[in-house]
């Protein structure tokens, strides 16, 4: 799969320095971004002496045979990134969070889908050991039914003048993405949810950086979420701790460490107290090397278990602008948004 790199800024040029020489079969052709360094700095990577550097998308469409795209940009260009590569009929994988609103997401799913290309969101928390072990588990009811789910996050990040402090939704939009986007895919469709979000008073975000929300299934199940860029408590591993509770057994787990290491962990509690360490599935690939795999499987039409698809993303997106309506509105109970049958079935 030839492939064309967009965005070179600090996130990006990490996709380029240790994510795509991981994965065989996907040939890197060329990098986009408007800044010269940047485009220089990427030219400057190993194994990257034959990929070329252009200003734009537009150029590189037009000097290089690609199959593919991926959309590194920060997340207000993603739409329009993810919409030229799109009409010049190419695959394209796009960081998270998709769009900054469902009717652009729903308008790229759509014309993605006219186009017979593939669309994928990177929710690179989905390619790790604990999370394939709970799914597996969970599916086959192997502690029986869930009973209900507690999901925590922490991570205390007051350091001064990082770039979160300013973003949009630093919590709810960027990272309980991933949280959210695991929820549906262990457990299913999510029916209403209830939030409530804050900052401390020495915290330097803009927006807030803390929330708790309780989360109705469409199973019945209810899900109790905390999460927090401000804690003082020890911190969670990236994915959250989650808990399970099911008939026969709390399933604890936890996944991602630092830099996307597999740190993960899984146990089972029992009611008399005992614990018991369970192993975890071997995975082909990790994180977003593992998203990039299963996106060039996709394009090669192998579809893997699990592929965050665009169309299935806009069900998790759906959730934290729910999560962030709710908290505006003082902790009402909010439906996600109704998508259109014909983008998400």
Known sequence: MRLIQVGLGGWGLDWAA?????????????????????????GQLPGFAAARSFPSLEVALGAVAADAVLATVPADAHAAVVAAALHAGKHVLVEKPFTATLAEGAALVAAAAARGRVLMVSQNYRYFPAIATASRLLRAGAFGAPLSVTIAFRKNWRVSGHRYHDIPGPLLLDMAIHHFDLLRM????????????????????????????????????VAAYHGSWL??????????????????????????????????????HAQDGSVRRLPLDEMPGLDRAG???????????????????????????????????SAEAGGRWTEPADLPETVVP
Request: hydrophobic share 50%.
């Open 231 to 268: 804690s003082r408590d020890t911190p969670t591993l990236w994915s959250g701790e989650w808990r399970v509770e099911c008939e026969d057994g709390t399933l604890v787990f936890a996944a991602r460490g630092v830099n996307g290491t597999p740190d993960d962990w899984m146990a089972v």
């Open 18 to 42: 240790r994510i795509l020489p991981q994965v065989a079969g996907v040939e890197t052709v060329a990098f986009v971004d408007p800044h010269p360094v940047a485009r220089a700095r990427a």
């Open 291 to 325: 998203a990039l795999a299963a996106f060039a499987a996709a394009v090669a039409g192998d579809m893997p278990p699990h592929l965050p698809s665009a169309a299935d993303n806009l069900r998790s997106l759906a959730l934290c602008f729910a999560a962030m309506r």
């Open 186 to 221: 262990l457990l299913g469709e999510v029916a209403a949810l209830a939030c409530k979000s804050w900052n401390t008073p020495d915290s330097p975000f803009r927006e807030p950086a803390a929330a708790a929300a309780i989360v109705q299934m469409r199973s019945g199940l």
